[in-house]
Structure formats: C-alpha cells, structure tokens
C-alpha cells in the first residue's frame, strides 16, 4: 500500500508527520511542508545523512513552495525489509515515483553531496520534470570506472576499524580529527555500514553522460566550497 500526504499544514520540517511510499522491499520516509501553491521542490540528503538535515534550509523554502524531503533508501528511516533490495539508480527511481504519488508534474531539484549526484540523474532521464536544479557540493564523478578507482579504498576502510574517516577526511579536509573523528563514528553509529557498502559501490552506475550534461537546457546552480574535496567535480558540472 501507499501512503501519500496531502498538503502540509506543518510549518517547519522538524515538526512534520513522517509518511511513508511503499517501493517493494522498503518503504521511503519522506515529509511535506509549506503551501500548494508554486513549483514544489524536492531536497535530496547527502550519502551517511537523512532528511533532518534539511531541517531550516527547507522552513525557509516553505514559507512560499511546497516542500518534500524524503530519505534515500536504506538511510534515516527507509529502512529495507530486503536485503537484496537495489541502489543506484533506484535513488532515482524513487524520486520519480514519489512525484507521481503526490501527483507532482514539475519540480526545483536541490541536492546535497550524492543527493547532488541523484538529482542530476532525475535531470538527464526526464528535463521536463526539472524547474531548476541546485547543486551543493555535488558528487559528479568523471566516470563509472573513475568512480570506482576514487571510492574503492573508502569502501575497504568501511569494512575494518577506520570505518568513515577516510572518506570524511576526502570530503572534509579542513576539519581538524579533533572534530571529523567523532562525527564519522556518529555517522558509522547512525547508519547500516552494509548499506553504506552497497551504496557507495552503486555511485558508479551513477556517473554522468558528460555529452548529455552539455545538452541539458535545464537551469541549474553549484554551489561549492573552494576547499571541498568535491571541488574539481563541481567546476566541471
């Protein structure tokens, strides 16, 4: 069965009911605030993150669009019943089908981090769903075989005692260890590492067509840090 909100009363997404999109051996959590009124927008978490991350950034969109922020599959609470359930472009799937639900046509894309990546994606499949898209620090990796040579000894330290730190330290290189230690055990502590494994070996069928990306008439912003470790990536997006 489906659960579909109707239009969101609440007023911040803190504050917001939970519901639930059945997609097949799990179910995507996602939330709705602001009014029915305007192009609504999707915001799209970053990989070890789920939607509470939007919590302010998405109160101030509300205040004039509809809003809806779910949690990618197997992260925050769209936790699989199936083990064997997909990723990759399954992210993107579920965006589609969550719009649809909700009886959404158009939408501005916002995405963070991977949630960057998967926006794009939604972007390339079907232009005409896109309004706008913004991208912050997003992950547009050059390639899939790229991918999988820039993530594989992040994947492999996910599998022993270092856990997130490597991959924190790539993404995060001016935070001191006296800060990204303890916030990639949290986030290691927050999440399935399974799905954190599947997931990130699933970013390489995420790479994008870089040919279509120069055809693409869909209006888009970046939005970066100089010293991201993203940086390069965005500057050619």
Not at 52 to 60: K, L, Y
Not at 97 to 116: E, P, T
Not at 145 to 165: F, H, N
Not at 176 to 183: E, G, N, R
Request: aromatic fraction near 10%; include cysteine.
């Amino acid at each position: 069965s489906t659960a579909v909100a109707s239009c969101g009363a609440a007023t911040t997404l803190a504050t917001a009911p939970d519901h639930f999109l059945d997609r097949g051996g799990v179910s995507i959590r996602y939330r709705v605030i602001g009014p029915d009124s305007g192009t609504p927008i999707l915001m799209l978490h970053g990989y070890t993150d789920r939607l509470e991350m939007w919590n302010g950034p998405a109160d101030s969109l509300a205040r004039d669009h509809r809003v809806i922020v779910p949690d990618w599959r197997g992260f925050g609470r769209s936790v699989p019943t199936d083990t064997t359930v997909p990723f990759g472009h399954a992210f993107v799937d579920d965006q589609f089908a969550l719009l649809d639900a909700l009886g959404i046509r158009q939408v501005h894309l916002v995405g963070y981090s991977g949630g960057g990546l998967i926006s794009a994606n939604i972007a390339l499949r079907d232009p005409s769903r896109v309004a706008s898209a913004t991208f912050v620090a997003g992950a547009f990796f050059e390639d899939s075989a790229q991918t999988a040579r820039l993530l594989e000894p992040y994947i492999a330290a996910l599998e022993t005692d270092e856990g997130l730190t490597p991959f924190f330290r790539y993404i995060l290189p001016t935070w001191p260890d006296s800060v990204l230690i303890p916030a990639a055990r949290q986030y290691l502590a927050d999440n399935d590492r399974g799905v954190l494994v599947r997931t990130a070996r699933s970013f390489a069928s995420l790479a994008l067509d870089w040919s279509k990306v120069r055809q693409s008439t869909v209006p888009a912003v970046v939005v970066v840090g100089t010293k991201d470790g993203v940086y390069h990536l965005s500057q050619r997006m």
